[in-house]
């Protein structure tokens, strides 16, 4: 038998032992909105994502983001968006060829904000992320100035097409 006193967890501890609150411990996205097994589908295929075809890549995106019920916001789609650009206009000015270990290191900053914002859970984040499949194109931009510039490409028509059908 046991008996709570009012200690921290000891609640839990004593359902656990009578085999009630099965479910404890099993959730392994916690219970922040968002964050659930019934992710999304990313609706890009990284690998064939290029010049010829992002702009269409994006606009599936966008219409399938569009079906959920919590959408990102135009303010934290651009937020990220304002991220790649910072390294965008440093590759312009200094008219790299390839990224050097300053720039592909700001690629993995930026690769782990991205999913810090999918990992807090706000509002159509983490299906946003899923669904755009942004954090694995920015696995594959390595030293690549030219795969930087595409994934900027696709973020900039990810924005565009999010102000079109979506608004705000």
Do not use: W
Not at 3 to 29: A, L
């Amino acid at each position: 038998m046991c008996i709570y006193t009012g200690i921290p967890d000891q609640r839990r501890i004593c359902e656990m032992q009578q085999g009630r609150n099965s479910s404890y411990g099993t959730k392994p996205y916690g219970n922040r909105p968002g964050n659930s097994q019934q992710s999304a589908q990313p609706v890009v295929d990284i690998k064939a994502l290029n010049a010829a075809n992002f702009a269409d890549y994006a606009e599936k995106v966008i219409q399938e983001h569009n079906q959920s019920r919590d959408k990102i916001s135009t303010t934290q789609l651009r937020g990220l968006f304002a991220l790649l650009i910072e390294v965008r206009e440093i590759i312009r000015v200094r008219q790299d060829k390839q990224l050097d270990e300053n720039l592909i290191s700001r690629v993995q900053y930026i690769k782990m904000r991205f999913v810090y914002a999918a990992g807090r859970g706000e509002k159509g984040v983490p299906a946003f992320m899923q669904q755009s499949a942004l954090i694995e194109c920015l696995d594959t931009v390595k030293d690549s100035v030219k795969q930087f510039e595409l994934i900027c490409k696709y973020m900039e028509a990810l924005v565009a097409y999010h102000k079109y059908y979506i608004g705000g």
